[in-house]
């Protein structure tokens, strides 16, 4: 697709459970962000990649969210054992990098997860 | 760290009303600074950005400039319609650096 893409749009789970976020980019992107967006919180930084490395991970809140990214191209957040306070929506987003960026992050229309 | 405070909302205004919504910065060096927007039900997406001192961005109708001595990046616009209704985020990139930082951004309620 043209833009980036988030799957699922909305997921609603039991507190305990784990969860996976994914995120496609646009093709060509080399670096791409996971944000959390918690009501009436700004955008809080989770992780930065660029291609499969993440050299960023200072973002992300407990030992249970973890990220990974393959082939330079879609990512997976995970959270693990799922609380309450987990329940925001996670926004990916992806941009060129490299000293030709634009500066201009695209962003998916995020995943809202709510944790009973 | 850097960090971005931008007013709080909501805003309300009357269609043809000036907005202007304030965006101050805390950040080392010349970052780049940027109003992204999000529209009901849709992802955040680039308003307009300005990468170094007294240089004005501008989009739509929306302008912002860059002022290093106070540290700040106002949005304005002369006369917002009711499809101008969003939440905008005022965002940061320090210089040599990846991260965005965002405020927490303000909600705008145009009324017909």
């Known amino acids: 697709g043209a833009g980036v893409s988030q799957s699922p749009s909305n997921k609603v789970t039991e507190k305990g459970k784990d969860v996976e976020l994914r995120c496609d980019p646009i093709s060509g992107h080399t670096a791409l962000y996971w944000y959390r967006q918690s009501l009436g919180q700004g955008l809080e930084f989770l992780i930065y990649?660029?291609?499969?490395?993440?050299?960023?991970k200072s973002g992300l809140p407990s030992d249970r969210f973890s990220a990974e990214r393959t082939g330079g191209s879609v990512s997976t957040l995970t959270i693990q054992r799922t609380q309450q306070e987990d329940s925001a929506v996670y926004l990916c987003a992806s941009s060129l990098g490299g000293s030709w960026n634009t500066g201009e992050l695209f962003f998916g229309e995020g995943s809202r997860l709510t944790v009973l | 760290g850097d960090s971005v405070t931008q007013m709080e909302g909501p805003v309300t205004l009357s269609e043809e009303a000036f907005l202007t919504i304030n965006c101050t910065y805390t950040a080392t060096g010349y970052p780049s600074l940027f109003w992204y927007v999000q529209y009901p039900g849709e992802g955040l997406q680039l308003l307009l950005k300005?990468?170094?001192?007294?240089d004005k961005g501008s989009n739509k109708g929306f302008e912002a400039t860059y002022r290093k001595e106070t540290t700040s990046f106002h949005l304005e616009k002369g006369s917002v319609q009711v499809s101008d209704s969003a939440v905008y985020f005022c965002a940061l990139r320090g210089s040599g650096t990846y991260k965005y930082i965002f405020g927490t951004g303000t909600r705008l309620k145009v009324l017909a």
């Open positions: 300005a990468t170094k001192a007294d």
């Open positions: 990649f660029q291609g499969n490395s993440a050299p960023d």
